[in-house]
């Protein structure tokens, strides 16, 4: 099976970086899409960032140029290196999984395997 969990989330300032990592602990199957999602309180769950098995990686628009997403499929690990971080970032921070190449891979429902998250919180 697979097993998420997310670490690397903590409390920073406006204009501090952070750095994510989600591991699959139970690599059993082949994660070829996995994806970053946010989700603040009383908001909607919000699509980050998505990287593919083979490193292609897409953006949502603000948080593009900030935030930058990696992996390492030998570890079964993917990364979210945060940068220029802004009190609207602040929200707790989801890894994603599917074992399919998705098209639609900013929807949160086409995701299988999802972490418990971890939180960010950022201070003016």
């Known amino acids: 099976q697979v097993h998420l969990v997310e670490s690397g989330g903590g409390l920073v300032q406006v204009g501090d970086s952070l750095n994510l990592t989600c591991t699959n602990s139970?690599?059993?199957?082949?994660?070829?899409?996995m994806a970053w999602f946010r989700q603040a309180p009383g908001k909607e769950r919000e699509f980050l960032a998505a990287i593919s098995w083979w490193g292609s990686t897409s953006y949502a628009d603000s948080v593009k140029g900030r935030f930058t997403a990696s992996g390492d499929n030998a570890k079964s690990t993917v990364y979210l290196q945060m940068s220029s971080l802004k009190p609207d970032d602040t929200a707790v921070y989801y890894c994603?999984?599917?074992?399919?190449?998705?098209?639609?891979?900013?929807?949160?429902?086409?995701?299988?395997?999802w972490g418990p998250g971890t939180q960010v919180t950022v201070t003016s």
């Open positions: 139970e690599p059993t199957v082949t994660l070829y899409t």
């Open positions: 994603a999984a599917s074992a399919a190449v998705l098209g639609d891979y900013r929807s949160d429902h086409r995701y299988n395997y």
